[in-house]
Every structure is written in C-alpha cells, then in structure tokens.
C-alpha cells in the first residue's frame, strides 16, 4: 500500500505536483508565506526529492495521506533548505501517529533505582534511525509546538553524535562562541522558567526546552524558523548564531515580505 501511494504523488521520477496540491499542504504552514518566489521553488523542488529519499508508514491504521507527506516534506525540508538533502542521509523511515503516543522510558537515579514509566510524545528523532510524528488536522491541537521541525533540528544535532546541542558547524563558524552562546541562553532560559513555574505562568518559548541543551537547541531552532521576531528579540545572539548554522535569515525574510 505504501508503494501505491508513492506512486499516487510521485508517478514517475520527474513528477509534478499542482499548485493546488502545494497549496492544500501549505495552508496550515504560514511561516513559509515570506518565502521568495526562488526560494518557495526550492523547497518544493527539495521536498519532492525528499519523498523519493524517505518511506512513510503510518501507526494504528493512519495511512499518510498526500498533504501529510507534502507537509512534512516541506517543514523537514526547510531547515536545510540553504544546507542540502544530504544532512538527511543514510536512513529513511519516517513513522505516523493519528495524535499524540506512548513512549515507555527506563531511567536509573542516582540512588541506582530503575524507574519505569510511560510518557506521551508528539515526536521522536533516532539517532541513525526513523523520524517519528503525532499528526494532528487541527494545528491547534500542538498547542504552538512544531513538531517536524523539532524532530529534524535534533537528525542535524545527532549527525555528530548523540544529541547534546552541538551539531556539525560549518568551517567559517566558531565552535567556542557557539557553546557560549548556547549556554548562556540555555541557562538564562532554565532560571526564567523556574521563575515562571513559581508564579505559575507560562513563557513565551516552550518549557520543555529548559530540559536538556538538544532540546533547548529543538525547540528554539522550531522559534527560529516559525516565529523569528521572539528568538531574535529574546536571544539575539543565538539567533545570530543560527542564521550562521542554517544559512537563513527568517526574520530579514519577514520584514522583506
């Protein structure tokens, strides 16, 4: 089935997708309007080949339709729209969930007590392995999370290794004012959230990137890319930074538009 429906949007090598289609995948994907007219080409002509490179299967019965796979493609694609497809080889499976799943964890404490518990995910990156992804209709229902690019920031982190935060910089980049950079917005965001969390009240980037620098290099590569004005207006110097890594300036993009 999966073969039909590779075959359904890509027939041939050289397929065509219509403008409608593009369309239908793109209109739950805004931070992709400010996108020139070269640039809107590029993505999709990467996001095509994208599909010719990666297998979709969906979990409990979702059967990843065409939008899902258009859309993914495109948000997977666009962090390395400047970088190349290549960051993306040697694996291919990407994994589809109707919602949010259970991914069961096994920790050890510093009392050598082994806990074992189940969370709920919206996604999960493997390192050598497949992408796996909560789909919702309704983009409301990831609660202002962007969960692709997420997944796909933490496939670049971990083409160096596991995930810490550091991925592969480019040669005319500093891996020391990186670290530095990274640090001290991952430290000044930890003190902000716990302040946050003792007035319960919540903070403009996700929380859940106080909880390890990969994550806190996720979810604000994720600001980067959907909302640059926060990520530029709160840690200018790690926007800085990405514009460096990702070859891409969103916010010069917005204002251009």
Same mark, same amino acid.
């Given at each position: ?13 050289? *397929? ?6 593009? /369309? ?44 899902? =796979? ?34 069961? =964890? =096994? ?26 992804? *909560? ?120 204002? /251009?538009?």
């Amino acid at each position: 089935m999966l073969d039909a429906l590779r075959r359904l949007l890509l027939p041939t090598p050289r *397929a065509t997708i219509s403008d409608d289609l593009w /369309r239908s995948a793109e209109r739950h994907l805004p931070f992709l309007d400010p996108l020139d007219e070269q640039e809107r080409a590029d993505l999709r002509a990467m996001a095509l080949a994208f599909l010719e490179r990666k297998v979709f299967s969906g979990a409990q019965g979702l059967v990843p339709g065409n939008d899902l =796979r258009l859309s993914v493609a495109l948000q997977a694609c666009l962090p390395v729209l400047k970088l190349g497809l290549g960051a993306y080889d040697g694996w291919s499976g990407i994994i589809v969930y109707p919602g949010a799943f259970v991914i069961p =964890r =096994r920790s050890v404490d510093e009392d050598g007590v082994l806990h074992e518990y189940d969370e709920d995910a919206l996604g999960e990156a493997w390192d050598g392995g497949p992408v796996v992804l *909560a789909w919702f209709d309704d983009p409301a229902d990831y609660d202002g999370a962007n969960v692709v690019i997420h997944e796909f920031a933490h496939k670049l982190d971990m083409l160096n290794g596991p995930a810490d935060g550091l991925p592969p910089l480019h040669a005319d980049m500093d891996e020391d004012a990186w670290l530095d950079t990274l640090d001290d917005a991952y430290e000044d965001f930890c003190a902000l959230v716990d302040e946050a969390e003792a007035q319960d009240m919540d903070t403009a980037i996700d929380s859940y990137a106080a909880t390890h620098p990969s994550e806190f290099f996720a979810v604000t590569s994720e600001v980067f890319f959907t909302d640059p004005e926060l990520l530029s207006e709160d840690y200018p110097e790690l926007y800085a930074q990405y514009c460096l890594f990702y070859r891409q300036d969103p916010l010069a993009r917005l204002r /251009r538009a």
